[in-house]
Nanobody, 124 residues
Framework: QVQLVESGGGLVQAGGSLRLSCVAS????????VGWFRQAPGKEREFVTF????????YYATSVKGRFSISRDNAKNTVHLQMNSLKPEDTAVYYC?????????????????WGQGTQVTVSS
């Protein structure tokens, strides 16, 4: 069992930055790939970014590529999502999720463990 807790969300103006964190507890976190998803009001949850267990294979949705950066520190059981040049359309609840394996995972059903989410609001 893996427990995930997100933090770092908040209110920011367009063009600003936020850094989200996902801290894991439980089983060996370094064995898990991690993804970030987001869900805006009235919309389905969508994939944002993925990082493999060793941090060597980040992958980004087209909508955030070049603006967001995912990284992980397995020694601290933490994954970070650095979000720059934020836009109002980035407003959503952001969730981190974990799954065993190293292959790219972009579907929410690919993940076994989820955090409770953290709200990101970008004002225009």
């Amino acid at each position: 069992q893996v427990q995930l807790v997100e933090s770092g969300g908040g209110l920011v103006q367009a063009g600003g930055s936020l850094r989200l964190s996902c801290v894991a507890s439980g089983r060996t976190f370094s064995a898990y790939a991690v993804g970030w998803f987001r869900q805006a009001p009235g919309k389905e949850r969508e994939f944002v970014t993925f990082i493999s267990w060793d941090g060597r294979t980040p992958y980004y949705a087209t909508s955030v590529k070049g603006r967001f950066s995912i990284s992980r520190d397995n020694a601290k059981n933490t994954v970070h999502l650095q979000m720059n040049s934020l836009k109002p359309e980035d407003t959503a609840v952001y969730y981190c999720a974990a799954a065993v394996g190293s292959a790219l995972l972009v579907g929410e059903h690919d993940y076994d463990y989820w955090g409770q989410g953290t709200q990101v609001t970008v004002s225009s």
